[in-house]
């Protein structure tokens, strides 16, 4: 293959990040203590409105997380059908069931209407949730003031998962703290990265500080190694924080940057009819962390894999919405409410190269594939 491969979404550094790994170098400070951590955590937390604890990775913190709002063997935790496995196989890490909820048109996240009517007959059953995982995906943030209301009413934690969701604004605030805890990721796909990496945030400064007990194996405070409780070695490494550091620094430029893909394919391709980008709801900032758009078969000539099928010939990878959850062999004895939007927007949704470092002629090339592809 001679033409360069242009991937899906791939790390993109600032510039500054080999300043904070060379200090950690200089200073022996390798391992998971020191002060890029110290600083990587007061600058999200700063970022999100509340503490952080950083992580090895998102799962980590969805898994912290939903052990600190109490989740455990037999209990049931919600969970959108239309998301990435990580979001629901922390529940499962706990010994807990996750009940898949649809989606709802104006986001593709967690339908508040079908949370609410769940809660409520889960209320007369006397078998309420023990938790709900909110989803803000692909960068568009969940319709959080419905979800919040339906779930204040029965005092049920909102745990949201906000790992393809930092620069993402619901009602001009960036997503994360509002429900009891939250998750970010740092994985090398996401808007930023720590090469691997996540967090867990939230108001609650103690369970904050419970999540970084737990993350450093649960050694109780005593010079022996004692231990009273369960822990994980799940703990970032200064090394990882301090590539956070320079990236973080970059972000708002990210964001801006993704944004601009999403819209430059959208009036790239606004001539071709049936392909449409994702709903922008009106609620929030959306990142477009991936360009998704939705293909109708009938206008277009084509289906999404077909798209997908043209632009791997000429090395560019797409791929598919996520695969819902209900439709997973892994949870095929999960409960599902509802389900037909997810099945629809997986049907039809294709994500497009989204790499914040992509050329204007790396977009042509995609570009000029699927107008190619749509007119045969
Ligand atoms: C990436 C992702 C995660 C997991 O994050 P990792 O850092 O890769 O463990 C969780 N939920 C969603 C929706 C994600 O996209």
Redesign the pocket.
């Known amino acids: 293959m001679t033409t360069p491969r242009i991937y899906l979404s791939a790390p993109h550094m600032g510039g500054e990040e080999l300043g904070f790994v060379n200090e950690a170098f200089e200073t022996n400070w390798l391992s998971s203590v020191g002060p890029n951590l110290d600083a990587f955590e007061r600058e999200i937390g700063e970022r999100v409105g509340g503490h952080c604890a950083a992580l090895a990775?998102?799962?980590a913190a969805?898994h912290l997380g939903l052990r600190a709002l109490g989740v455990g063997p037999g209990d049931d935790v919600l969970c959108p059908t239309l998301?990435?496995v990580?979001?629901a196989n922390p529940i499962v890490y706990l010994g807990a069931r996750p009940v898949f909820v649809d989606s709802e048109r104006e986001s593709w996240n967690l339908d508040a209407a079908l949370v609410a009517q769940h809660l409520e007959d889960a209320a007369k059953r006397g078998r309420l949730p023990k938790a709900v995982v909110v989803?803000h995906l692909f960068g568009q943030s969940a319709d959080l003031d419905a979800l919040e209301a339906a779930c204040a009413r029965f005092d049920v934690p909102i745990l949201e998962?906000a790992?393809?969701a930092l620069g993402t604004l619901y009602r001009g605030v960036q997503v994360g703290v509002r429900g009891r805890v939250g998750a970010l990721?740092?994985?090398g796909n996401?808007i930023i990265t720590t090469t691997g990496g996540?967090a867990l945030v939230s108001r609650d400064e103690a369970i904050v500080q419970k999540t970084r007990f737990w993350a450093t194996q649960a050694r109780d405070p005593s010079i022996a190694y004692e231990h009273s409780e369960l822990g994980y070695n799940y703990r970032m490494s200064n090394v990882l924080a301090g590539i956070g550091r320079g990236q973080l620094r970059v972000l708002d430029e990210r964001v801006r940057q993704r944004r601009a893909i999403a819209f430059h394919y959208r009036d790239a391709l606004a001539d071709v009819d049936g392909l449409e980008l994702m709903p922008q709801a009106d609620w929030g900032l959306h990142t477009n962390w991936l360009s998704v758009f939705t293909v109708d078969p009938d206008r277009v000539g084509c289906d999404r894999t077909a798209l997908i099928e043209a632009l791997a010939a000429e090395n560019i990878e797409a791929r598919p919405v996520w695969k819902p959850m209900h439709t997973q062999a892994l949870f095929a004895d999960a409960p599902v409410l509802g389900g037909e939007v997810a099945d629809d927007c997986f049907a039809r949704g294709i994500c497009l190269p989204s790499s914040s470092f992509l050329t204007d002629g790396d977009l042509s090339r995609v570009v000029d594939v699927i107008r190619e592809r749509a007119r045969r």
């Open positions: 990775s998102g799962t969805m998301t990435f990580a979001s989803v998962d790992a393809e990721s740092f994985n996401k996540g």
